[in-house]
């Protein structure tokens, strides 16, 4: 549904884009996983046609992103990072105007927004710029599904956004999976990479793996040992200490240890915490997630 | 001996007939890494406007660093540090300017401001970038450079609003080590965060819900009282109700 084939894009000197390759297929949800200035919103305006890369070529269901641009529009919803929807409209002439845009009326595509229309429905009449965060994001996600796209483009929905919001968010989303919509979102937080079917993790202009979100975890090659102790800023430093460490950070309640070699075993470093005379010592090996193979790939 | 840097009794604050603060009492322990959750619309920015002196209450008793939020909100001020993912630096000033700038606002001496300035460059890898512009800078530095200019006049709170959206993840851990290392030299760390790994980092969090504090604890006694596994699934029960 979206084949992007060896895309490049400089902004003067800096490389944004460093040949770029990417497949999604036909009703699936797939995520761009990186960090602020990886190149993920890039990629997603020269996919929408509202930037031109450089070099390489990239297709929408088919369609090239320079040469059938304007087909491209009708085919496509976007959601912007930055809420950019009319604020001093309502809801309600937001969504409308979007509407007529397309060509198309609220009526027609009701269907398709129910669940999530529904839940601001009862606010129609409020300036968009007097909505809350979830209530805007909400308001965004209709106006970019009225034309009833093939393609859904949603860049970073859930940055800043809070915790039930964002899990509410992502229920959103699976359910418009199953009204045979084309998803491709954006985060960086490496928690949502689970809820998608495949996941690419951008750096610096650069994929550094595509794969299933479990895939990307099983095949990394390193041990993972976390530590738990009652002083964790003395245990994280000791743990650097540790004359075979690689990388120590914290990881929620626990700390993540890889080794330079993957020979340390857990019970050297349980016996090296207890020398230091930490408390409550909990050492033991873990599968890594996410976040550990994008840290160990960096 | 556990002391009170920050006692708040009481507080209510509403704005017309919307209580955004709907009676909060708690304490902040110095030298703590405090965490201030809720969701969006909550309350936690009202709440730290009013504890930075940039606020009133409309009712309570507050007491931030040893001063009183109704009559010493300039003490208050020399007293805390502030930082917020929105805004902290000047874009269009380099390195070294806005460190004068606000080296200048806390009424640091320039022999000092110099002395200091020379050493947090060098911790932060920075001396070659002092002559930068912010605007141009990724976003992992702004955030360090911008944390070690809110404590840069060794304040005894520091304010820190989503200091951590948007960076890579180990830039975003980096940024913890800094936290860490302030609590441990006695700066007590008021912190919100939407990342609830981060939570688990406090010593202790609360969390809010409509205008109320419905949980606060340390991490540990939080997902025992809930029967949660995860910080996250203890957010998910007390917001969700």
Redesign the interface.
Known sequence: MIAIKEISKFYSETQALNKISLHVNEGELFGLI?????GKTTLMRILITLLLPDSGEAKMDGLDVVKNFKKIRHIVGYMPGRFSLYQDLSVEENLHFFATVFGTTIDENYDLIRDIYHQIEPFKKRRAGQL???MKQKLALSCALIHKPKILVLDEPT?????????EFWEMLKKLQDKEITILVST???DEANLCDRVALI?KGKILDVDPPQRITEKYPHRIIRARSDE??RL?QDLRAFDKAESV?????FVHFTGTDDNVEPSQLDAYLHKKNHKNVLVEEINPGI?DV??GS? | MKEEIIKVKNLVKKFGSFTANDNLTFDVYKGEVFGFLGANGAGKTTTIRILSGLSSPSSGELNVAGFDVYTETEKIKKNIGYMSQKFSLYEDLTVAENIRFYAGIYGISPKHRKEKMGELLKKLEMENGRNKLIAGLPLGWKQKLAFSVAVFHEPKIVFLDEPTGGVDPVTRRKFWDMIYEAANDGITVFVTTHYMDEAEYCDRVSIMNEGKIEALDTPAKLKEKYNARDMDEVFLKIARK
């Open positions: 990186g960090p602020d200035g990886a809350s965060g979830g940055t800043g956004v809070d915790a039930v919001s964002r899990k960086p937080y490496m750096q964790i800023y994280i950070f914290a990881f929620g309640e976040e994008f840290m960096m």
